[in-house]
T-cell receptor
Framework: SQTIHQWPATLVQPVGSPLSLECTVE??????LYWYRQAAGRGLQLLFY??????ISSEVPQNLSASRPQDRQFILSSKKLLLSDSGFYLC?????????????FGPGTRLTVL | EDQVTQSPEALRLQEGESSSLNCSYT??????LFWYRQDPGKGPEFLFT???AGEEKEKERLKATLTKKESFLHITAPKPEDSATYLC???????????FGTGTRLQVFP
């Protein structure tokens, strides 16, 4: 069966510091991978998605970036965090192709920028 | 523009009191509509996918239905463990991007 991991679970960082959040998926090959942010009282906002190694699509212009160095690894980064980057970050995966569209989410990372 | 609106924002039920959650959507060609359950501090848990009007899916006390403009999540005789935020999302044919609603926060009291 497939599992998705995210770490760290919680993170408190000062403004201006760098960020690296990691997501890995087990039990599937060539998944589509997604990064979402969920702010309090708001819906999930898609930040990046990837259909393969090195292929990243950005949905929202901001100071965040994403990379996919391996088939089942997705990384969210920032060089300098802003207060507005605080939120709950979720990684998700879906099967490759367009036949199965369900996205399955990881446990999330709670980021607080002070 | 593709859009999803969920109502009500919050719902308080007595244990055993059945009710429905609404998800209204506008999308340029629906590829699928998805329901998720999210507990506080956790990632959303997939519940159902609906593909065409008239389709229904059931899981324990939950039943999801779909029309051309909206979906309902019916909760029959809810229990306190059904308390969670329920999220609806749609996927259009011209994109791989899920559009989420802001959710309905359900509280079931014993």
């Amino acid at each position: 069966s497939q599992t998705i991991h995210q770490w760290p679970a919680t993170l408190v960082q000062p403004v201006g510091s760098p960020l690296s959040l990691e997501c890995t998926v087990e039990g599937t090959s060539n998944p589509n991978l997604y990064w979402y942010r969920q702010a309090a009282g708001r819906g999930l906002q898609l930040l990046f998605y990837s259909v393969g190694i090195g292929q990243i699509s950005s949905e929202v212009p901001q100071n965040l970036s994403a990379s996919r160095p391996q088939d089942r690894q997705f990384i969210l980064s920032s060089k300098k965090l802003l207060l507005s980057d605080s939120g709950f970050y979720l990684c998700a995966w879906s099967s490759p192709g367009r036949d199965k569209n369900e996205q399955f989410f990881g446990p999330g990372t709670r980021l607080t920028v002070l | 523009e593709d859009q999803v609106t969920q109502s009500p924002e919050a719902l308080r039920l007595q244990e055993g009191e059945s009710s429905s959650l609404n998800c209204s959507y506008t999308v340029s060609g629906l590829r699928g509509l998805f329901w998720y359950r999210q507990d506080p501090g956790k990632g959303p848990e997939f519940l159902f996918t609906l593909y065409s009007a008239g389709e229904e899916k059931e899981k324990e006390r939950l039943k999801a239905t779909l029309t051309k403009k909206e979906s309902f999540l019916h909760i029959t005789a809810p229990k306190p463990e059904d308390s969670a935020t329920y999220l609806c999302a749609v996927l259009a044919y011209n994109t791989d991007k899920l559009i989420f609603g802001t959710g309905t926060r359900l509280q079931v009291f014993p």
